[in-house]
């Protein structure tokens, strides 16, 4: 099993692109999560999913748009990229919310200019 | 709001010896805590998961205790080495699995 996998694994845009961030688990888990770590803050919680063709917001889901079209897949889009976002991304997924532990991916570095 | 604090925010110690790290949290309602590893420019490797109605885990050299009540955990890691370097993220974590993570604490075992 390649667990939960990122692409890109680095990224730079300019002020005002748009990208998309994908994340990929093969352990059939229901709920699906997009955290921001940045240095001094920690990590914090930006959308989250319990289930295909569902999303929820998190704790900072500002200028940013996510989508659940497949179990296995969790999409992150920035649609006008700020300086601001500039962060690295963690996608991470769990079995049943509140009992099992959430396995994280190797993370995306994006730099916003 | 529930808010997790992990202090020392930095501990070095020579290998070999036993040591606790700290996590505190405001909250006692929690559906979980769990402890993470982080490599400098890696991802989060999970520890340890202690359900809100355990009082502790164990895995090999590491032991995680949750104290519900006083907001606490502790991980104990044992005999300490040099491959135990990292920064150490304890999470709090709620019914629809959204975690709360502290600061960390970044360990460097010196051989």
């Known amino acids: 099993n390649a667990g939960v996998t990122q692409t890109p694994k680095f990224r730079v845009l300019k002020t005002g692109q748009s990208m998309t961030l994908l994340c990929a688990q093969d352990m059939n888990h229901e709920y699906m999560y997009w955290y921001r770590q940045d240095p001094g803050m920690g990590l914090r919680l930006i959308h989250y999913s319990v289930g295909e063709g569902t999303t929820a917001k998190g704790e900072v889901p500002d200028g940013y748009n996510v989508s659940r079209l497949k179990k296995q897949n969790f999409l992150l889009g920035l649609e006008s990229a700020a300086p601001s976002q500039t962060s690295v991304y963690f996608c991470a997924s769990s079995d049943v919310a509140g009992v099992t532990e959430q396995f994280f991916g190797p993370g995306t570095r994006l730099t916003v200019l | 709001k529930q808010e997790v604090t992990q202090i020392p925010a930095a501990l070095s110690v020579p290998e070999g010896e036993n040591l606790v790290l700290n996590c505190s949290f405001t909250?006692?309602?929690?559906?979980?805590l769990q402890w993470f590893r982080q490599d400098p420019g890696k991802g989060l490797t999970s520890l340890l998961l202690?359900?809100?109605?355990?009082r502790e885990q164990t895995s090999g050299r590491l032991n995680a205790s949750l104290d519900k009540s006083s907001g606490r955990s502790t991980l104990y890691i044992a005999a300490s080495q040099p491959g135990d370097s990292a920064t150490y993220l304890c999470a709090v974590g709620s019914n629809t699995g959204k975690l709360i993570f502290g600061q960390g604490t970044t360990l460097q075992v010196k051989p």
């Open positions: 202690i359900q809100s109605s355990q």
């Open positions: 909250d006692s309602a929690i559906y979980n």
